[in-house]
């Protein structure tokens, strides 16, 4: 393989560059473009309030094909006099270097919200990224989409339809929120694979309830989050249309590459010094495990515990307790990181169980809670909550 | 007034004094006594685990009529093998040290989960109170119960009803969580009202919704939160049975108190800097406002920028955006201190507005939001997020 991220993909061009929306010369602009037409599908933020770009992309993707998306960092565009057509003239211009209509092109943007985004670098610097692109451009782009990314998140993973080897290849930027950005969560995966609009619809939906949406860094849902999925058949593996085995197939390692970004995501949260995975089994469906499992990851008092590799266990029993899934506590169980704590309604050990707090000094930790209802589970994953969270997200905007 | 607290109104005594549930010498058992049998009515915790005492509480206010409440800090008594026996014997005790039924008292304990109550202790430490208890005993009372609090919380409030002065005062404690304690939230109010049961039951709803149930500190539900009224009658004024004249003064002036104890409680969150008060007009209706103030509240993203003074406001304009709440970003309205920052789906101004940076250097701040949905408002009372906050919920258990 090539490389990883959005050029991994046959067919797929990219790369990034500094065109002067943030103010150090680190990359903003980043640009993916497949060489012919691709399917695409979407999912976007939920918050009523939504930046220009994401309601200018949920248009565009409407019509199930694109030929490529325009990303910039380091301002969201968020609620400004300007913003839509600004939005508009990113696309317009993206369309015009690609000799593609406008209306075939996505935007994201992310950055500082209710700030004029400086539309003529942007539109400038599209013009330049476009005779930039290349099929190697993959890492390029990943870097610059980052915000307060520590690190880029870049992955990939191969699988043979139709007797045709299909690559899946992906960047995201994390959930960093910092003076003055929003929370935003970008994604965007490429294939090479065949799939129909209709198709590829349904399996990033799937794809993102086992990925990103089941994550959490600190609750907050941007005005800018999106994840984007483009699928251009230059494999030559057969067209994908409806369930079946090559669909299966390729919705699982469309899952997996998602969820390697998702957990990257986690990884480099705002201050985060853990990963944390919530595994709730035994709710009464798989929506109530859901809830169980978030009400845990987002708990500042969970966060903080795990920060401090305080075994305090009697937290996440308790938001178990107030998450809205239905459970008897007296036939639940709780063990963090392997070892036993809260079972039959009552603690297992009177004290702290030996080694547990051991335990707790490793980077990776889990909390499984057993909720003896039904059937129902999730996985969630979130990361602690620190005193460097504390400090990035007060710094002054000013 | 002889004084503030639980013995501010006729015909209640309170004390507290030092047990031996606390490792330190700090007082850790109160006790309020009515005088006389006293209509009681109360609020519990939602949390599906419900520590002992507050099953046992909430069984024993059923019949409307009781004599005292019997608490204490350190242990919660939750989840553990002899929990509910354990707070059968502490109403026991005080039952028989005072002369009334066990089921005519209520028993709320405060602290760690999961470790056995040194019962033997609390027992023994009740016996001697009941002795020592008096009429000006309230501030003792609101010694002993506190945790992590850095001061007692005392309110009290006169009126005539009837031509008879009616007093009612209160205790309070904070919503701080420490190692090894949970996020509870105790409130006891004393009245010398005559009150029916079932009036005093809907007005202590009503002056919650008002007051406890609109403040949040760091969204976590304890397991043994609880606010419980006693109105004794010793004021010799007519008894409230129904909605009218005296029954609407009475429901104010007990809002009121309540409100001085829960806006004490959100100045006394654990690592707080800052009291911050959000206001929410404009919504669909009242449940929608609580629910978008809530969300503004909740937001680690808003509190840590507060405590920065980082006037940061697209983050509580995004809280309001996936609070739940319906409406149209392009018709709201957002100020922060009284400074219009956001209007019409744009910001007021390009970059920070002049004087807010100062503004916000204030212990008191308010956030507002209209959303032009509606005539639903709702405020909510919140705290910063600071450094010490993960500091102290980030010490060690054990």
Redesign the interface.
Known sequence: MKNGGVTAAKGFLAGGLHCGIKKTTDPDLAMIVSEREASAAGVFT?????GAPVVLSMEHIKKGKIRGIVVNSGNSN????TAQTDAMAMAQAAGEALGAPAERILVASTG?????LPVKKATAGIGRLAGLIGPNGGPEAARAIMTTDTFPKEASQSLLIGGKRVTIGGMAKGSG?I??N??TMLAFITTDAAVSPAALRRMVRQANEDSFNSLTV??????SDMFIVMANGASGAPMIKAPGEDYAALQEALTQVARKLARMVVKDGEGATKFITINVTGARNRKEAKMAAMAVA????VK??M?????????A??????SGA??D?NRAKLSICKTM??KN???VS???PRGL?EKLAKREIEISADLGAGDGKAEVWTCD???D???I??????
């Open positions: 939920r918050n009523l309030v939504k968020v609620m400004t006099p500082v919200i209710g700030r004029s929120m003076h003055p929003m929370a600190d609750g907050d849902t941007s005005t987002k708990s500042s008092l903080t515990a920060f401090g590799r305080d075994p305090n266990w009697g937290r029993l308790c938001a178990l307790g107030y239905q459970f506590p704590v809260f309604g009552l603690a009177g004290s702290v707090v909550m620190s005193y969270y504390v400090r997200n007060a710094e002054y905007t000013t």
